[in-house]
């Protein structure tokens, strides 16, 4: 095989030639290197907030879920409250006397969890007025009272706008 020899200007040539192709090629390198760096975490970045917001979706999804089923259950005491107090102000006898004693649970628990301030002034009302042995007509107002209250915090709960009541005389109780 025949012998290659390199003189000192080659030589010197090619060490220039591959230092820079080994400049240009680390230099490429490091420029791709970055580039992947920014958007790996670009990309890294968006998912992050893809994650926040779904994880506030279903924050919010939750929220409105706990929110029906607390005014669902507020339309529900509330009702029954209304119901009871009208049977206390309407009735006699065993009838008064088991829709008194339910009424007083509701009052005493359940209702509390879930009255706002119109339906718990009005119910303090009516537990005084039962307290005290308040005229029967006393008693049917303030049921009304009730149902009216109950009303407006039900509206307010379920965010709807239900039409204004005429205002209302109570009726000479039935015989």
């Known amino acids: 095989m025949p012998k290659f020899e390199m003189t000192e200007d080659a030589s010197r040539f090619w060490t220039v030639v591959f230092g820079a192709v080994t400049t240009v090629g680390l230099l490429f390198g490091?420029?791709?290197?970055?580039?992947?760096y920014w958007d790996g975490r670009e990309r890294t970045l968006?998912?992050?907030?893809?994650?926040?917001v779904a994880l506030s979706s279903q924050n919010e999804a939750t929220?409105?879920?706990?929110?029906?089923?607390?005014?669902?259950k507020h339309l529900e005491t509330c009702s029954?409250?209304?119901r009871l107090a009208a049977t206390i102000a309407t009735s006699t006898g065993n009838e008064r006397a088991m829709a008194l004693q339910s009424f007083l649970v509701l009052y005493w628990g359940p209702l509390a969890v879930v009255e706002g301030s119109d339906v718990e002034g009005t119910m303090v009302q009516l537990g005084?007025?039962?307290a005290d042995k308040c005229p029967d007509s006393q008693l049917r107002q303030l049921s009304l009272d009730l149902a009216?209250?109950?009303?407006k915090e039900v509206e307010k709960n379920f965010e709807v706008h239900l039409p204004?009541?005429?205002p209302r005389?109570?009726?000479p109780k039935s015989q």
């Open 30 to 36: 490091g420029v791709y290197s970055l580039m992947e």
């Open 46 to 52: 968006h998912e992050q907030e893809q994650q926040r």
């Open 63 to 72: 929220r409105l879920a706990a929110q029906q089923a607390f005014a669902t």
């Open 80 to 82: 029954e409250a209304a």
């Open 128 to 130: 005084k007025c039962l």
């Open 148 to 151: 009216h209250a109950c009303r």
């Open 164 to 166: 204004e009541l005429p």
């Open 169 to 171: 005389t109570l009726a």
